[in-house]
Structure formats: C-alpha cells, structure tokens
C-alpha cells in the first residue's frame, strides 16, 4: 500500500488503528486497576482462553452443533419464507385470510417460545432447529411478500402486450425482480438463525455453543465466556460473507453500474 | 425488398384507390374517459379516428396530457376504450396482439438478461422456436447497430443503446404494426438526432407500419408520412398533415424551408399558443 492509497482511502488504515487502540487501552485499564478475571479480563487473557479452547478441540464440538443447527433452522425458514411468501403475493384471497396472522404472529416476540418448544421437542438439536426457523422465517417472509409486490408497472406493461400468462409474468419478471429483496431477507435470516439456536441452548441443552456460555458462565470463567463471544462474532462474520458473496453471483445485475458508452 | 415497401403511402395504388381493407389499422370513434380522485368523469380521449396504411408512418404529436399515450395504449390492445373500435388487420381488437410490437418511453429491458435474451423475451412468451429466431435476434441486433452486444447486460449499456434493443425485441417476433411511445424522449439531443435517423433507416429496411409518438415537431415532420396533431382537454384530433418530403430524409433537411414551412403549419394547428410544453 503507498501512501497516496492511504491518502484516498484512509479508513482502511483507521479500522484496524481503532481495534489496536481500544484493546490496548483495554489491557492496560485492566493491569492498571488490577481487575480481577471473574470481573473484566484482559484482552491477554481472553486470547489465551480461546487458544485453550481450539487446542483442545472443545469449540469445534460445540460451535458445529450450533451452526448445523442454525443453518438447518435458516433452510428450512428460507423455504418456507419463499413459499408462503410467493403465495401470499400472488393470491389475493390468501393474503386477506392471512395477512392478519402474519402480523399477529410477527409482534409475537419469537424467543419467548422457545421454553414451550423445549418441553415439547426436548433437550436434543430439533427444539433449537425450530425455534432459529421460528427467528429465521419472517424477515424472509416480509421481504418476499414486499419483493414480489414491487414490479414496476412498464415491465407488467411489456409482458401484457405479449399476452404472458400468469405463470410467464411470474418467471420471467416477478420473481426474478424480487430477487434482491429475497437476498435481503435471507442475509438478516442468516444472522437471525444463530441467535435463534443460541437462545435455544439457552433454555435448555446438552451441547452448543449458547450451552457453552452458560457453563462458562456458572464457573465464573469470564474470559472463556468472552472467547466463545468472540466466536460467535466470527461465525456470524463469516456467514454473512457467505451470503454475500452467493449474492453477488446470483443477483450480479443489482450492482453498481459498468458503462461502456454511447 | 420490393421497392413498393418504402413508397410513402400516399402513393401507393391501394391508398388512391381508397380500399378500407386496405388498411392496417383504423380506429373509429374512440373515447376515453377516466374517474378523477374527485369522482368526476375526465375525458381523456374524444372521438379519435385514425386510419394507417401498411408501411406507412405516422406521427403523433400533441403537448403532455393530450391523450397521445392513451390513444397508443388502446391501439395496442392495452387498453379497452370507453367508446369507439380499433381494427387490426381487419379484427376488432380486444386486447393484446403478437402482430404488434410496442416500444415504450422506458427501454423496460429485464436486466438480469443479456442482450440477446432481452431481444428473445417475446419468442419465448409466444412460444416460438427459439433456435429459429436467435438468428433473427442477432440480424435485428445488427440493424439496430449492436452487433457483437449480444452478451451484454443492459446495465453495460448506454441509454440510446438500451432503447436500441427494445426496439430489436419490439420486432423480434415480425409484428406487422410497431407502436413507438416518445422512445427516444429521455435521450439527449444529439442521441436523439442519430436515432432519428437509424429509425428512419429500420422503417425503409424493414417495411414495418409505424405509430410514433412524441411532443417535438420536428421529429414528427422528419420522420412522418403524416403527422396527426392532438390538442388536451379533452385529447382530439386538431389536424393531420402530410409530409411530403424526399425519402430518405438526412438531418439538413431540418434547416430547409420546406420543413420550416411544416412545422408552422403544425405549431399553428396545435392552437393560439401553439407552444408544447
């Protein structure tokens, strides 16, 4: 990197000056005042948690159940979204009947079923695959219904002066219109799921990452708790790349314009 | 091509001989009316009669809000008409047709569509081959002057450009009328002179009839047979002009006297203002 990059784009030396600072001032607060671990512990002690923690092969365990458990509730949501939604969209009559326990069904904090979902699905997997589908399931939703519903006119125009049937208008222009938007909802879907298996844990498990927290939290390990935190960040990091980058290829004409000219 | 094609229609046989069913288009009689906010009845469109020949050109000129896009909506089936008839090819129509290709003011291309998809979207709506007609594309593309686009994406294009394939897709599937609503208003001046022209050009080459719209006079005059003058409130015939003028026209011909001599007239049919806005 020359300096005249450093000049036009100065955040890209200024992001990670922002992480070097606040942790060293971090560790140094921490030695300064002599804080306890069970407290605040130091950036240090937090690296060499989560160093343990890999060595040990404990989060691979843990943050596999969680994910697969996550990803499983984010597909089963993004298909349902996809389906419900499409059919809301396009069906008038089934809006109407529905749209009310859409919305009733969306103020209701999802989260809050989750202890019903553990007594009746148990402790295992499947109660947190239903409850981060549950989480997962209406940003999908809102955003295919919202996708389907914002045609511009002139297109529907075009495809009503070739006598297009339902099914073609649909195909050909509808759905593939609403793609961003689909996209959209599936990259919050992503995030929501995990939150999702967490919560999930929370309430009652034998194994995960969430699981995890909640021993580390019961053994005062401050610093393991921060580690696993610092994991979830990072798969949470990660899975939102994915998405982008599967983004990127499939809705390619949604991008900033290339102009070749006149 | 037979040279009777690019004959202006007022001098061919059928035209003189005054034939009805010589005609590719008549629309007789035609009302619009529409329900403002307000619940009171607007007229849009009172008792429009036009009639087209096949291979001609006509031009519709007329300021905003004088009905000019309504009156095109309802030729290509678009739009049913409160009163009054449209004949196609000797039918009364009733909505959409594939003898009809409309290009409208937008270039409404899919842009998640190459080029040479976007120009296929009718093959593939009406069910034609498509290995029949990518030959055909990909000529229409050459006319339009896009050879070698065909890969693109519509966002890789320029606004004439993107125009240029909605008209390739507007012939694609051979329509027998081609309905043009202010396609080129959104260009810039200069873009808008050179599509003029290559316009004129796809006309000559491909005998299609023409309905254009626009509220610039001299685009009306350089590219019509006849220009058909609409007046607002409510949208109405004031007057048709025919243009005599050489074919093909280049754009010198817009400082002759001769066009001056036209675009009076229509500025002075368009009433006392005589201004479009």
Request: hydrophobic content about 50%; some cysteine; proline content about 6%.
């Amino acid at each position: 990197m020359t300096l005249r990059d450093v000049r036009q784009r100065p955040h890209v030396v200024l992001i990670p000056l922002v992480f070097v600072a606040f942790v060293a001032a971090w560790e140094s607060v921490v030695r300064a005042w002599r804080l306890p671990d069970y407290l605040l512990p130091a950036p240090s002690a937090i690296a060499r948690a989560l160093g343990l923690g890999f060595t040990n092969r404990l989060y691979v365990e843990h943050a596999w159940v969680t994910m697969s458990e996550a990803l499983l509730g984010f597909f089963i949501a993004a298909a349902a979204g996809v389906v419900l939604g499409t059919v809301i969209a396009q069906f008038r009559l089934v809006e109407r009947t529905l749209y009310p326990y859409v919305v009733a069904f969306q103020t209701l904090p999802k989260i809050a079923v989750a202890p019903l979902l553990v007594v009746w699905l148990g402790f295992g997997v499947s109660s947190k695959i239903v409850i981060a589908a549950l989480v997962a399931f209406f940003p999908v939703l809102v955003n295919v219904i919202v996708g389907l519903k914002t045609v511009d006119a002139p297109k529907l125009d075009l495809m009503r002066s070739l006598s297009a049937t339902r099914w073609q208008t649909f195909r050909f222009v509808t759905f593939p219109n609403a793609l961003p938007f689909v996209f959209a909802g599936l990259d919050i879907a992503v995030v929501f799921s995990v939150l999702g298996a967490i919560v999930g844990e929370f309430v009652g498990s034998q194994r995960g990452l969430g699981n995890l927290i909640l021993q580390f939290n019961t053994a005062l390990d401050i610093a393991g708790m921060f580690a696993v935190l610092l994991l979830l960040a990072a798969l949470g990091v990660a899975l939102h790349l994915i998405m982008q980058a599967i983004q990127r290829r499939v809705i390619f004409w949604a991008q900033p314009d290339h102009v070749i000219g006149a | 091509m037979p040279a009777s094609r690019v004959l202006p229609y007022y001098e061919r046989p059928a035209i003189r001989g005054g034939q009805e069913d010589a005609l590719l288009i008549t629309a007789a009689g035609l009302n619009q009316t529409y329900v403002s906010q307000d619940r009171s009845v607007v007229p849009a469109l009172a008792d429009v009669s036009l009639a087209v020949a096949p291979g001609e050109f006509v031009t519709i000129v007329g300021p905003s809000g004088c009905g000019k896009t309504t009156l095109l909506r309802i030729l290509g089936g678009l739009l049913r008409p409160s009163g009054g008839s449209v004949h196609l090819l000797g039918r009364a129509v009733t909505g959409p047709s594939r003898n009809v290709g409309i290009v409208f003011q937008d270039p409404v291309l899919l842009p998640w569509r190459t080029v040479l998809d976007n120009v296929l979207l009718p093959v593939q709506v009406l069910g034609l081959d498509r290995q029949t007609y990518r030959a055909r594309a990909l000529d229409l593309l050459g006319l339009v002057g896009l050879e070698g686009f065909e890969g693109k994406y519509p966002h890789e294009l320029s606004g004439g450009m993107r125009q240029r394939v909605s008209l390739a897709r507007a012939l694609v599937h051979d329509p027998a009328l081609l309905l043009m609503d202010e396609p080129f208003g959104a260009l810039d001046a200069m873009t808008r002179e050179a599509m003029n022209l290559e316009l004129q050009r796809i006309w000559r080459e491909s005998g299609k009839t023409v309905a254009f719209i626009t509220h610039s006079i001299a685009e009306a005059v350089f590219l019509g047979d006849r220009v058909v003058v609409m007046s607002p409130r409510p949208g109405r015939i004031a007057d048709v002009v025919t243009v005599e003028l050489p074919r093909p026209r280049d754009l010198d011909l817009m400082a002759s006297d001769a066009f001056g001599v036209y675009a009076r007239k229509i500025r002075q049919a368009l009433g006392p203002r005589g201004m479009l806005e």
